[in-house]
């Protein structure tokens, strides 16, 4: 059994020597593998008597694991000492600035839709989305405007082909279908806003044909306007971080409301400079009202038990004035320079508590 002893004796030198775990595979394979050293005089066995295999099997296995346990306990100890360099290696020093190198931007926009969704979810509002593609149904007739309604013309819808029934889709002109989506598919008591995009046939100075609206429904069944002006004036004073706007509801009409109302807020105008808050202007700034009872019934609840208040508000617009955007055209060109300097850094998200803008 010399040889057994020369054999185990190179096996164990093989292992002790592999300083990678590269080199301890390549010892593995040398000893344990199909033509290794120590596979080879197992191959041998065979050509013994009984007897002869009995014993030198037995001493032939011992060597076999000690040659193995050798190898696992070399890869634990390779193992570890990897994963101590990788740690070294890959350390990272968590007092540098955040990916300094990050050149893109928030929108405006989405900035905007962001801090309006994090004012209005303070207040218990979930978030409601419906489709840019309506049908006549949500964008019109459940709204309370009908086929013959003239506000039908004021919207200068987007219409797609006519379908085989005559109907015709349409791109949404307002975020109100969205209320239609939402009281046909859920029970009172509801607060949502419905922050999206809308879709009109004009472009001038003061249009695109892609626009942004956040509709405001609560539907309860003691809601009332006062309801209705103490979240909009909440709502203004935190979203343009100023102590005191004023709100004023100036009458007015819309298909899906009644009592109607426009809102205003105030402003200052001295020296020719636009400041948000008390002052002698007005400002216009959106549409609401108390949804009008044929909505409520198009939508299958009873004006008799429920009633509720909705608003309407163009992003651009509220973008424009609180962060003095002097041209609405200038959110669409796609223009670096200008999302550039009227961007957002993408970790400034909106909190209450961190404030709306740093
Ligand atoms: N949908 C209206 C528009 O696009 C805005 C609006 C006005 C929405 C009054 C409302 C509302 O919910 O109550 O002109």
């Keep these: ?62 060597v076999k694991d000690e040659v193995a346990n050798a190898i696992a306990t070399a890869k634990a100890a390779l193992d570890a000492k990897a994963l101590d360099e990788r740690l070294v290696r890959e350390r990272v020093d968590v007092t540098l600035p955040v990916r300094p190198e990050t050149q893109g931007r928030i929108h405006p926009i989405s900035q905007v839709m962001d801090e ?73 008591p509801i607060r949502i806003i419905a922050p999206g995009r809308t879709y009109r046939c004009d472009s001038d100075m003061t249009h695109t044909p892609m626009f942004h609206q956040i509709e405001g429904l609560v539907i309860d069944k003691a809601t009332h306007m006062g309801h209705l ?66 909505v409520l019934i198009a939508c299958g609840l009873d004006p008799e038990e429920y009633q509720g208040f909705a608003f309407g508000m163009g992003v651009e617009r509220m973008a424009m004035l609180k962060y003095g955007i002097p041209d609405l055209r200038t959110f669409f060109d796609s223009d670096l320079r200008w999302l550039k300097h009227y961007g957002f850094v993408p970790l400034d998200v909106p909190t209450l508590s961190g404030g709306l803008t740093r």
């Design 116 to 188: 309006m969704i994090a004012i209005f979810a303070q207040m218990g509002f979930e978030v409601a989305e419906g489709p840019d593609i309506e049908d006549d149904f949500h964008n019109f007739t459940a709204l309370n405007i009908p086929a013959d309604h003239p506000a039908r013309q004021m919207h200068d819808t987007f219409y797609f082909g006519e379908k085989d029934d005559g109907s015709r889709h349409l791109l949404r002109t307002h975020t109100s279908p969205v209320q239609i989506r939402t009281m046909v598919a859920n029970k009172p």
């Design 1 to 62: 059994m010399d040889e057994l002893e020369k054999i185990r004796a190179e096996a164990m030198e093989l292992v002790a020597q592999a300083s990678s775990l590269d080199a301890l595979e390549a010892a593995r394979v040398a000893t344990l593998g199909k033509k290794g050293t120590v596979s080879a005089l197992m191959a041998s066995l065979g050509k013994m008597s009984p007897d002869e295999r009995k014993t030198a099997g037995a001493s032939l296995n011992a």
């Design 229 to 294: 002006k103490g979240t909009l004036m909440e709502f203004v004073t935190t979203f343009f971080e100023v102590d005191e706007v004023p709100v004023r509801f100036r009458p007015s009409f819309f298909p899906f409301t009644e009592p109607s109302a426009e809102v205003d807020i105030g402003c200052s105008r001295d020296g020719g400079e636009l400041k948000i808050g008390k002052g002698s202007g007005w400002l216009e700034i959106g549409g609401s009202g108390m949804v009008h009872p044929n």
